[in-house]
């Protein structure tokens, strides 16, 4: 559409009325300036005012449109077109400004969030100790500590002889305790920035995290350090992640497999759940799971619940409605007890052992 051509014509219109550029805004109820813009080829009559402006210069609005007297249809056409050409340019803009914007908000995030999760595996070695299974989660919400299991490798080291557990990073301790039987598998949770157990120096030097332990030995006092050796085990580094619909079993270990498969038979069954391979439910109040890294096996009641180690030579027993938590070694027949032990300690015992001899065949 040709705008210069349009406003020579509606100039030359507006003197054959001997009109003023001011008279005729007037009866259009805007400014001159509108009407020297429109002459001088910088714009068009908004579509509400052709009509008027036409009755003004006694002309019709394909007239003007076409910049010329005559009887066609050729202005409309090619005022529709500018409008529609106008009307996609601004939603051209539109779109473009939506899609920069949610561009921005999913890099935005995807930064935030990229890498955000790590699960380190923790363990490490030393002459008279071994520690395996620990587990650090690092996340943008969230730091938690699963301490793993101190082993004792010297037979001259007794539990009891161990005064002190601390796990250390450099020269700054993160968490202390001094009974081994509440070091296995506490949990310590933390919110991203408190900073009481996990600053951000700790956690970027995970590296130099380390585990000094102090005993007695022949009435001597001794400290020994462990070395901790971290292992990423999970991180969100994917664009897409996939569910995995089967559980596999290491197939080199079949001595292990044989053992599930038999289990299976029995009536477990296996879990879709992040943290448990397989669920045995023996009546309404009472059932069995074990961890999907075969670390324990897990009995629950409506009185207590036990972890055992997958060799059933360990039971962590640890009341829900009361105080006591006690640990019972079946190979050596040592009762440990943490908090309290209850008055039918003997009995709760007795029925969980038969309960697991039964299950896992065990003579």
Not at 86 to 107: A, G, M, P, Q, W
Not at 130 to 147: D, W
Not at 172 to 188: L, P, R, V
Request: proline share 1%.
């Amino acid at each position: 559409m040709n705008q210069e051509k349009i406003g020579k014509y509606i100039a030359k219109k507006r003197k054959e009325k001997n009109m003023t550029q001011e008279e005729v805004a007037s009866k259009l109820n805007i400014t001159y300036k509108a009407i020297s813009r429109w002459e001088n080829g910088h714009g068009l009559p908004d579509i509400s005012l052709m009509q008027p402006l036409c009755e003004i210069l006694d002309i019709t609005i394909n007239e003007l449109l076409n910049g010329k007297d005559a009887n066609t249809q050729e202005g409309i056409l090619d005022y529709m077109k500018y409008q529609n050409k106008k009307n996609n340019k601004l939603l051209l803009i539109i779109l473009l400004s939506l899609t920069i914007f949610i561009i921005s908000i999913l890099s935005l995030f995807f930064i935030n969030n990229y890498k955000s999760i790590k699960v380190y595996k923790l363990y490490g070695e030393s002459e008279n100790f071994e520690y395996k299974n620990g587990l650090f989660i690092k996340s943008n919400i969230n730091n938690i500590l699963r301490e793993g299991s101190l082993i004792i490798k010297n037979t001259n080291i007794k539990k009891e002889n161990i005064k002190k557990i601390t796990l250390k990073c450099e020269d700054e301790t993160i968490i202390s305790t001094n009974n081994i039987n509440n070091y296995y598998n506490n949990i310590n949770i933390e919110k991203n920035g408190y900073n009481e157990l996990f600053n951000k120096k700790i956690i970027n030097r995970i590296n130099n995290w380390y585990i000094e332990i102090i005993y007695i030995n022949n009435n001597e006092q001794y400290s020994e350090s462990i070395k901790l050796n971290n292992e990423i085990i999970l991180e969100n580094n994917k664009f897409i992640t996939t569910k995995e619909k089967n559980i596999s079993i290491n197939n080199n270990n079949k001595e292990e497999s044989s053992k599930l498969d038999s289990l299976i038979e029995k009536g477990f069954v296996q879990q879709e759940d992040h943290d448990y391979l397989l669920e045995y439910i023996i009546n309404n109040n009472e059932k069995i799971t074990i961890r999907k890294d075969l670390s324990q096996i897990i009995y629950t009641n409506k009185d207590y619940i036990v972890y055992s180690d997958l060799t059933g030579l360990s039971h962590h027993f640890i009341s829900i409605n009361e105080d006591y938590d006690f640990i019972y070694e079946t190979d050596k027949e040592n009762l440990i007890c943490n908090t309290k032990c209850p008055n039918n300690t003997k009995d709760i015992i007795n029925t969980y052992i038969e309960i697991y001899n039964d299950i896992f065949n065990v003579e």
